[in-house]
T-cell receptor, first 115, second 113 residues
Framework: NAGVTQTPKFRVLKTGQSMTLLCAQD?????MYWYRQDPGMGLRLIHY???????AKGEVPDGYNVSRLKKQNFLLGLESAAPSQTSVYFC??????????????FGQGTRLTVV | SQKIEQNSEALNIQEGKTATLTCNYT??????LQWYRQDPGRGPVFLLL?????KEKRKERLKVTFDTTLKQSLFHITASQPADSATYLC????????????FGKGTTLSVSS
């Protein structure tokens, strides 16, 4: 049982380059999320999805795009990377909770450096 | 907008003592609050969830309280062990619909033997 898997684990980009981070979950979860984690800032929500084909903005969406074409996958794209996007990115998923709350399962993270 | 504050960035205690971590929130009345543990280089791992109608929740050596009047949650680890050393995050739903979590910055606990 893999849970939440992120690809790649590490990446170095040059300013202006583009890339896509892939998140895959095998738990049939409806909700999926992308967070970034920076020293002193904690985890901040970038975008999230409540179901296949739907996405929504989080707290820090600028410079990122997402797509959820399949229920099990959530892609995070950087069209033109900037040094400010150097961070550790975490994907997470959870069941639909109906407002009652359920635990979120996190991937192992992707460490991205933009030079 | 919602704001979550975890009062201490770091907490150092001796093995066997009880660690108490604090999470305060403002501008919101969440239906539930969660606590996660994060080890260096790893993703957060869920520990406990407490709902607004629950005052206290326990799991083994962990205890969480939720005071909706004070807008505060306390997270306790009793009989702490060096293996409990980690960063602990509190989280609550971003909206009443409960569709996404926002996190505090975390408290790093160090338990010395």
């Amino acid at each position: 049982n893999a849970g939440v898997t992120q690809t790649p684990k590490f990446r170095v980009l040059k300013t202006g380059q583009s890339m896509t981070l892939l998140c895959a979950q095998d738990m049939n979860h409806e909700y999926m999320y992308w967070y970034r984690q920076d020293p002193g800032m904690g985890l901040r929500l970038i975008h999230y999805s409540v179901g296949e084909g739907t996405t929504a903005k989080g707290e820090v969406p600028d410079g990122y795009n997402v797509s959820r074409l399949k229920k099990q996958n959530f892609l995070l794209g950087l069209e033109s990377a900037a040094p400010s996007q150097t961070s550790v990115y975490f994907c997470a998923s959870s069941l639909r909770s109906g407002g009652l709350g359920t635990e979120a399962f996190f991937g192992q993270g992707t460490r991205l450096t933009v030079v | 907008s919602q704001k979550i504050e975890q009062n201490s960035e770091a907490l150092n205690i001796q093995e066997g003592k009880t660690a108490t971590l604090t999470c305060n929130y403002t501008n919101y009345s969440p239906a539930y609050l969660q606590w996660y543990r994060q080890d260096p280089g790893r993703g957060p791992v869920f520990l406990l969830l407490i709902r607004e109608n629950e005052k206290e929740k326990r799991k083994e050596r962990l205890k969480v309280t939720f005071d909706t009047t004070l807008k505060q949650s306390l997270f306790h680890i009793t009989a702490s062990q060096p293996a409990d050393s980690a960063t602990y995050l509190c989280a609550l739903a971003r909206s009443q619909a409960g569709t996404a979590l926002i996190f505090g910055k975390g408290t790093t606990l160090s338990v010395s033997s």
